[in-house]
Every structure is written in C-alpha cells, then in structure tokens.
C-alpha cells in the first residue's frame, strides 16, 4: 500500500465526516474538512510524481475519493437551499451518463478508458472553487452573491460542455467498433 492510497483512503474516510458536519450546519468544521481534502489530494498527486508511487489502485481511488467529496458536498448544498438544484441534477446526471456509458462500453466488449478533458478539468475545478467558496460564505458569515452566481452559472455551462464533449467522445469510441456499420 502507497502512502499516496492511504491518503486517498483518508480522504474517502473524510467525506461522512464533512457531510455530517453539512448536515448540521457546522459549517467551520464543513469547510476545514473541505479544505483537508483539497490539501491532501495535491500532497498524494505530489507524493506519487516526486517518489514514483504510482500504482494501479491509486489511478482509481483518488478521482473517486475527489468526485464522492464533490458530488456529496453539492447535494448537501442543493437540499439546503445553498445551490440551485438544476445545477446540482445536471453535475450527478453528467457523471451518472459517464459511469453508464463506461459500464456499457465494457458490457458491449468494447471498453473506453476515460481520459479527462480539458473541459472537464476546467468544470472540476470551477466546482471545487463554487463548493469552496460557498462553505466559506457560510463558515465566515460572507455574502459574496456577485461571485456565486458567476461561479454557478459558469459551473453549469462547463458541466453542460463537459457531458457534450463526452458523449461526443463516446459515440465516437463506439461507432469504431462498427455499431453504425451495415455489414
């Protein structure tokens, strides 16, 4: 085991802890959980590139323990009145289609492997910095309304853009396996 994996798995153990402290409007403890785990994401990126530890494992556990943080942090802020709800539906509807079209792909014996796109990373990371800012609003007592609906209308024009230019990549992918062929 990596030390890169533990903290992955640390970060995973994280996301509860962060929740529950959501779910009961402390929102100091909610955003010193957030803030961990953004930390601790670049200390393993940096860990496994400095001393080469990569492994197998880790290729999986780390984008999983940053997207359940994310997705469960935007879900917590949607039912709370934080975050709209279309943007939260459209970012769990946008990686439920991937993980379908994922699962899918490999069913049908013609698996993809999912490579982030630029635009992806860019909606990544307009979502950590809304859900970043957001719990600093509440944690601080801030309004910083200009800025949040800036982020939010740009996180649900990145998450739109980002579930297109997968989809299109998708079809893509598929259509090379001859499914669009007649003979």
């Known amino acids: 085991m990596t030390i890169p994996n533990l903290i992955s798995i640390m970060r995973l153990l994280l996301v509860p802890g962060v929740v529950l402290a959501m779910l009961q409007a402390r929102w100091e403890w909610a955003f010193a959980g957030f803030v961990v785990a953004g930390i601790s994401d670049g200390v393993d990126g940096f860990i496994a590139r400095q001393f ?48 379908c079209a994922v699962v899918l792909s490999s069913v049908m014996g013609h698996p993809v492997e999912v490579k982030p796109l630029l635009v992806s990373k860019a909606n990544t990371a307009v979502q950590i910095i809304l859900a970043a800012e957001v719990l600093a609003e509440l944690t601080f007592a801030m309004h910083l309304d200009p800025l949040r609906t800036i982020l939010i209308m740009l996180s649900g024009l990145l998450t739109v853009a980002s579930a297109a230019a997968y989809l299109v990549a998708w079809l893509r992918h598929m259509s090379s396996n001859g499914e669009g062929s007649t003979s």
């Open 52 to 99: 080469n530890q990569h492994s197998r494992l880790g290729a999986y556990l780390d984008p999983i323990a940053d997207k359940l943080l994310l997705v469960s942090v935007f879900i917590v802020l949607g039912i709370s009145g934080e975050l709209p709800l279309w943007l939260v539906v459209a970012m769990v509807s946008r990686d439920g289609l991937i993980i």
